[in-house]
């Protein structure tokens, strides 16, 4: 059965500092990876997807994630963190042998941004 | 183009009683998942509906249940609420053969009292 790990309940940055946000999962087969934000009572938007193209996968606002094989993650980065990035994010896990894809989600990381 | 809209957005329930919620996915979308989102917690995958049959569940009672119309809207009932059943539930779309990823909607924010 795939799972999500998140390293950090919380994570702290200063306005335009770098914004690192660690995911490990693991999965029987070639994932499918995403990572989405969670804005305060409201429901998730998707930042990003990994299935199995790029390694490298470029989402909005500026996020980018690294899928890294060897190493089972996809950290989500942002080169320069802003006051609207606060929010609660969760990196997910799916495996799409079939049609049906169930999506498992890690136990998110609040980030701050302090200015 | 209308994203996934759920209602109610809140409500309040008393231990015991049932609740329905709906969900309308995202045009085009033909697959609804629910989730249930505890307070300071990711989201947990309750089940999925596609072609209006229920096709993954997750770990959760038979308590849950849940149907989907011709349409693709989806509805999630609970039985004899519990006070562990208050969180935020979530309502997912997605199209299989399309645009992989989930379309949420705002959820449904229940509290059994």
């Known amino acids: 059965a795939q799972s999500v790990t998140q390293l950090g309940s919380h994570v702290s940055v200063s306005e335009g500092a770098l914004v ?3 995911c490990n999962y693991s999965s029987s087969v070639p994932p499918y990876l995403f990572w989405y934000v969670q804005y305060p009572n409201q429901g998730l938007q998707l930042l990003l997807k990994y299935t199995s193209a790029a390694t490298l996968v470029k989402g909005i606002n500026g996020f980018e ?6 190493e089972t993650s996809f950290h989500l980065t942002k080169p320069s963190a802003h006051m609207s990035d606060a929010a609660e ?3 997910a896990v799916s495996e799409r042998i079939t049609s049906y894809d169930k999506v498992i989600f890690g136990p998110g990381t609040s980030l701050s941004v302090i200015p | 183009d209308a994203g996934v809209t759920q209602s109610p957005t809140h409500l309040i329930k008393t ?13 085009g979308h033909d697959t609804v998942s629910w989730y249930q989102q505890a307070l300071g917690q990711g989201p947990q995958f ?10 993954q569940r997750g770990n959760f009672p038979d ?6 119309y011709p349409n693709y809207s989806s509805e999630l009932n609970v039985n004899a609420l519990l006070l562990g059943d208050s969180a935020l539930y979530l309502c997912a779309s997605s199209f299989p053969q399309g ?7 705002s959820g449904t924010r229940l509290t059994v009292v």
């Open chain 2, 15 to 27: 231990r015991g009683q049932q609740v329905t919620l709906r969900c309308s996915p995202k045009s």
């Open chain 2, 46 to 55: 309750i089940f999925q509906y596609y072609e209006e049959e229920e096709r």
């Open chain 1, 89 to 91: 994010y969760f990196c």
């Open chain 2, 99 to 105: 645009d992989y990823g989930y379309t949420f909607g």
């Open chain 1, 20 to 22: 690192l946000l660690r």
């Open chain 2, 63 to 68: 308590r849950f249940s849940g149907h989907q």
């Open chain 1, 65 to 70: 994630a690294e899928f890294k094989k060897s």
